[in-house]
């Protein structure tokens, strides 16, 4: 059973940074594309940002939702089988639920599993 677990979510001011991690068990599962969404209250699920890699997992490539590029930053760990939401300067919009999805390798459709969610909250 694959299970994608979120952390790193917590209370803070606007302007401040947030690290989200996501790790996928068992560390054997192989992935080729993770990715962050979020949802708040009230509305629907968005998208946030995505790293897929290829070629033994040294090439990848990374999207992100306009309202977030230039802040956020996604990363990889290939040891782990983790993917990192960096968040700099953080807006009171920013809260909400930030999940986790994984593509799996052998799939052809697109986030096949998914996380709990972790909660992250800008006050100003």
């Known amino acids: 059973q694959v299970q994608l677990v979120e952390s790193g979510g917590g209370l803070v001011q606007s302007g401040d940074s947030l690290r989200l991690a996501c790790e996928a068990s068992p560390r054997t599962v192989r992935l080729n594309a993770m990715a962050w969404f979020r949802q708040a209250p009230g509305k629907e699920r968005e998208f946030v940002a995505r790293?897929?890699?290829?070629?033994?997992?040294?090439?990848?490539?990374?999207y992100y939702a306009d309202s977030v590029k230039g802040r956020f930053s996604v990363s990889k760990d290939n040891a782990k089988n983790a993917v990192y939401l960096q968040m700099n300067r953080l807006k009171d919009e920013d809260t909400a639920v930030y999940l986790c999805a994984a593509d799996f390798a052998a799939s052809e459709s697109q986030y096949d599993y998914w996380g709990q969610g972790t909660q992250v909250t800008v006050s100003s």
């Open positions: 790293i897929a890699w290829s070629g033994g997992r040294t090439y990848y490539r990374t």
